[in-house]
């Protein structure tokens, strides 16, 4: 069975850092783009970092760059998101997703649908 499995969630307070880590079962990520997207209350879905399958090219939205920091390690179909200097407005549901054969931008801004979600983590930046 493919499935997405997240950890590394947490309370922190501002300045802070987390590192969230997606592993993947029941297939092989080589071929697929992974992303982290997040869903603060009352907002919409927005994705914040991702990684392509095919070169490792990368893509953060605007409020996470120098902040953020995604890779994958094919090895063991593990990707991560090292997240520093986290801001209260990084609070959100953070859910790691795949998506077959498209850049890391294309999976960011949600213009495919994605193939498989994981359940969610919860990211809490207060003081």
């Known amino acids: 069975q493919e499935q997405l499995v997240e950890s590394g969630g947490g309370l922190v307070q501002p300045g802070g850092s987390l590192r969230l880590s997606c592993v993947a079962s029941?297939?092989?990520?080589?071929?697929?783009?992974i992303g982290w997207l997040r869903q603060a209350p009352g907002k919409e879905r927005e994705g914040v970092s991702c990684?392509?399958?095919?070169?490792?090219?990368?893509y953060y939205i605007g409020s996470a760059k120098g902040r953020f920091t995604i890779s994958r390690n094919k090895a063991n179909n593990t990707v991560y998101l090292q997240m520093n200097n986290l801001r209260p407005e990084d609070t959100a549901v953070y859910y790691c997703?795949?998506?077959?054969?498209?850049?890391?931008?294309?999976?960011?801004?949600?213009?495919?649908?994605?193939?498989?979600w994981g359940q969610g983590t919860q990211v809490t930046v207060s003081s």
């Open positions: 997703a795949a998506v077959r054969i498209v850049t890391a931008q294309a999976m960011c801004l949600q213009r495919f649908a994605m193939d498989y």
């Open positions: 029941g297939f092989t990520t080589n071929a697929y783009a």
């Open positions: 990684i392509s399958a095919r070169d490792d090219s990368t």
